[in-house]
Nanobody, 115 residues
Framework: VQLVESGGGLVQPGGSLRLSCEAS????????MDWYRQAPGKQRELVAA???????NYADSVKGRFAISGDYAKNTVYLQMNSLKPEDTAVYYC??????????WGQGTQVTVSS
Protein backbone atom coordinates (compact mmCIF):
# COMPACT_ATOMS: atom_id res chain seq x y z
CA VAL A 1 0.00 0.00 0.00
CA GLN A 2 1.33 3.42 -0.92
CA LEU A 3 0.11 6.91 -0.05
CA VAL A 4 1.54 9.64 -2.23
CA GLU A 5 1.18 13.28 -1.18
CA SER A 6 1.63 16.27 -3.44
CA GLY A 7 1.00 20.00 -3.44
CA GLY A 8 3.36 21.25 -0.78
CA GLY A 9 5.73 24.15 -1.30
CA LEU A 10 6.67 27.67 -0.31
CA VAL A 11 3.93 30.26 0.02
CA GLN A 12 3.69 33.76 1.47
CA PRO A 13 1.58 34.46 4.56
CA GLY A 14 -2.05 34.79 3.57
CA GLY A 15 -1.60 32.53 0.58
CA SER A 16 -3.16 29.18 -0.28
CA LEU A 17 -2.07 25.66 -1.07
CA ARG A 18 -3.95 22.47 -1.90
CA LEU A 19 -2.52 19.16 -0.79
CA SER A 20 -3.52 15.86 -2.38
CA CYS A 21 -3.00 12.30 -1.20
CA GLU A 22 -3.73 9.25 -3.32
CA ALA A 23 -3.72 5.72 -1.94
CA SER A 24 -2.89 2.73 -4.08
CA UNK A 25 -2.41 -0.99 -3.54
CA UNK A 26 -4.47 -3.66 -1.84
CA UNK A 27 -6.27 -2.55 1.28
CA UNK A 28 -9.59 -2.93 3.02
CA UNK A 29 -12.45 -0.47 3.14
CA UNK A 30 -11.37 3.08 3.89
CA UNK A 31 -12.74 4.25 7.20
CA UNK A 32 -10.93 7.55 7.71
CA MET A 33 -8.43 9.63 5.79
CA ASP A 34 -6.71 12.49 7.52
CA TRP A 35 -3.84 14.93 7.55
CA TYR A 36 -1.28 15.35 10.28
CA ARG A 37 1.59 17.80 10.48
CA GLN A 38 4.87 17.98 12.33
CA ALA A 39 6.85 21.15 12.82
CA PRO A 40 10.53 21.05 13.85
CA GLY A 41 10.88 20.21 17.53
CA LYS A 42 7.16 19.53 17.93
CA GLN A 43 4.98 16.45 18.11
CA ARG A 44 2.95 15.30 15.15
CA GLU A 45 -0.58 16.68 15.41
CA LEU A 46 -3.88 15.98 13.72
CA VAL A 47 -4.90 18.75 11.33
CA ALA A 48 -8.09 17.45 9.74
CA ALA A 49 -9.95 14.18 9.22
CA UNK A 50 -12.78 12.93 7.06
CA UNK A 51 -14.70 9.69 7.43
CA UNK A 52 -16.06 7.55 4.63
CA UNK A 53 -19.45 9.01 5.49
CA UNK A 54 -18.22 12.55 4.98
CA UNK A 55 -18.00 13.68 8.59
CA UNK A 56 -15.10 16.07 9.18
CA ASN A 57 -13.03 17.18 12.13
CA TYR A 58 -10.46 19.98 12.40
CA ALA A 59 -7.84 21.16 14.81
CA ASP A 60 -8.91 24.42 16.44
CA SER A 61 -5.89 26.18 14.94
CA VAL A 62 -7.07 25.59 11.36
CA LYS A 63 -10.86 25.86 11.66
CA GLY A 64 -12.26 28.31 9.16
CA ARG A 65 -9.05 28.30 7.11
CA PHE A 66 -8.55 24.68 6.02
CA ALA A 67 -11.02 22.34 4.33
CA ILE A 68 -10.66 18.58 3.93
CA SER A 69 -12.47 16.66 1.23
CA GLY A 70 -12.33 13.14 -0.07
CA ASP A 71 -13.03 11.22 -3.24
CA TYR A 72 -13.15 7.64 -2.06
CA ALA A 73 -13.86 6.35 -5.54
CA LYS A 74 -10.36 7.57 -6.35
CA ASN A 75 -8.92 6.75 -2.91
CA THR A 76 -7.89 10.38 -2.67
CA VAL A 77 -8.10 13.03 0.02
CA TYR A 78 -7.45 16.76 -0.34
CA LEU A 79 -6.59 19.55 2.05
CA GLN A 80 -7.35 23.08 0.90
CA MET A 81 -5.33 25.50 3.01
CA ASN A 82 -6.21 29.19 2.91
CA SER A 83 -5.01 32.22 4.86
CA LEU A 84 -1.79 30.41 5.64
CA LYS A 85 0.31 31.59 8.58
CA PRO A 86 3.99 31.06 9.38
CA GLU A 87 2.94 28.75 12.20
CA ASP A 88 1.41 26.41 9.60
CA THR A 89 4.93 25.60 8.44
CA ALA A 90 5.48 21.86 8.87
CA VAL A 91 5.77 18.55 7.10
CA TYR A 92 2.24 17.41 6.31
CA TYR A 93 1.49 13.68 6.37
CA CYS A 94 -1.46 11.81 4.93
CA UNK A 95 -2.88 8.95 6.97
CA UNK A 96 -5.44 6.29 6.06
CA UNK A 97 -7.31 3.96 8.39
CA UNK A 98 -8.95 0.91 6.87
CA UNK A 99 -11.19 -1.93 8.02
CA UNK A 100 -10.15 -4.57 9.01
CA UNK A 101 -8.10 -2.19 11.09
CA UNK A 102 -4.87 -1.04 9.58
CA UNK A 103 -3.20 2.34 9.26
CA UNK A 104 -0.94 3.67 6.55
CA TRP A 105 1.18 6.81 6.24
CA GLY A 106 2.49 8.85 3.37
CA GLN A 107 6.05 10.08 3.14
CA GLY A 108 5.13 13.67 3.92
CA THR A 109 5.21 16.93 2.00
CA GLN A 110 6.84 20.15 3.18
CA VAL A 111 4.74 23.29 3.56
CA THR A 112 6.65 26.48 4.27
CA VAL A 113 4.88 29.77 4.92
CA SER A 114 7.30 32.65 4.77
CA SER A 115 7.74 36.07 3.23
Amino acid sequence: VQLVESGGGLVQPGGSLRLSCEASGNFGSISIMDWYRQAPGKQRELVAAITSGGATNYADSVKGRFAISGDYAKNTVYLQMNSLKPEDTAVYYCNMVTLPFNTYWGQGTQVTVSS
